[in-house]
């Protein structure tokens, strides 16, 4: 009597993190896990790891399009990065990073690009830089049924006004003036802030002041949550590595190993190998033989 076939079910699926979640997160102290990814792949990786939140970064314009900093990354390209992401996480949170001049210029204009980040790309957030001065545009993309992460400290799209890639409220004029700004994009309607190189210290106390929940990325262990950089995390991005960064691989160093083996494989033809070769039935090269 022959065994019956095993029945294959599909693995479970998490339930849909949502802004209520991360709210909910803070409200516990459950510390939100939140990564970058550019790439279907990478995004099915991360979210079957269980992920709260992928967060396709103006980060983009360095480790994956190589530019020298995130200005020249478009709309089009984030749109494009964001659709292929959304493929891949189906779990997560996702937040589209709005980028340079993308929000500066108007109000409408905000609002117009923030909604193509959930109409075109299948975001569920968008994140914008700025404090005070970003308010009306964040009331405005809130006021339109979109959810916005706020982003304070080192701001990598002013990087020229901030005078390069520096940390930022490490005296007590400017830490006061982070709090106001962190506290008045609460009001203005942001479910989560992102702090981005600033003192633990100060980081902790923001936290701890605002209602919504903080992320950080080398803001230190007080936030409620922490962000880094694929590329960062997996060493797959070798320009330079931020201060803050714990690298758990060094794929980067995989790749050029592997790619060396392949190029020495091709040159002494060890590859390919007859199990890498199709092969035709022998009476059909046999007949073909006879034909030439």
């Not at 709005?98 to 075109?120: C, H, I, T, W």
């Amino acid at each position: 009597m022959s065994t019956p076939a095993p029945v294959l079910t599909a693995a479970p699926t998490r339930k849909k993190v949502t802004t209520l979640t991360f709210r909910q997160k803070k409200e516990r102290g459950e510390p939100i896990s939140m990564l970058t990814a550019y790439d279907y792949p990478t995004a099915l990786a991360m979210d079957q790891a269980g992920v709260d939140s992928i967060l396709v970064g103006d980060s983009l314009a360095m480790v994956v399009l190589g530019y020298e900093n995130t200005l020249p990354v478009t709309m089009d390209e984030m749109l494009h990065h964001a659709r292929a992401v959304a493929r891949g996480a189906k779990s997560a949170l996702l937040v589209g990073d709005m980028p340079f001049m993308s929000y500066q210029v108007s109000v409408e204009d905000a609002v117009r690009n923030a909604g193509r980040f959930l109409k075109e790309a299948g975001m569920d957030a968008v994140k914008l830089e700025g404090g005070h001065e970003r308010a009306d545009a964040v009331r405005a993309i809130t006021s339109a049924g979109i959810p916005v992460m706020g982003h304070i400290g080192l701001t990598p799209q002013s990087i020229h006004q901030l005078g390069g890639f520096r940390a930022q409220g490490k005296t007590a004029r400017a830490a006061k003036r982070l709090l106001e700004d962190a506290l008045i994009l609460e009001e203005a309607g942001c479910f989560s802030l992102v702090l981005e190189s600033v003192p633990a210290r100060l980081a902790r106390l923001i936290s701890e002041r605002l209602s919504i929940p903080t992320i950080g990325i080398g803001a230190g262990a007080g936030c409620d949550g922490q962000v880094l950089v694929a590329h960062d995390l997996l060493g797959l991005f070798d320009r330079f590595t931020p201060k803050f960064v714990k690298q758990y691989a060094n794929l980067n160093g995989e790749m050029t190993r592997a790619f060396n083996e392949y190029i020495a494989d091709v040159q002494s033809r060890a590859f390919p190998a007859a199990e890498h070769t199709v092969e035709m039935v022998d009476e059909e090269w046999d007949s073909l033989l006879k034909e030439l």
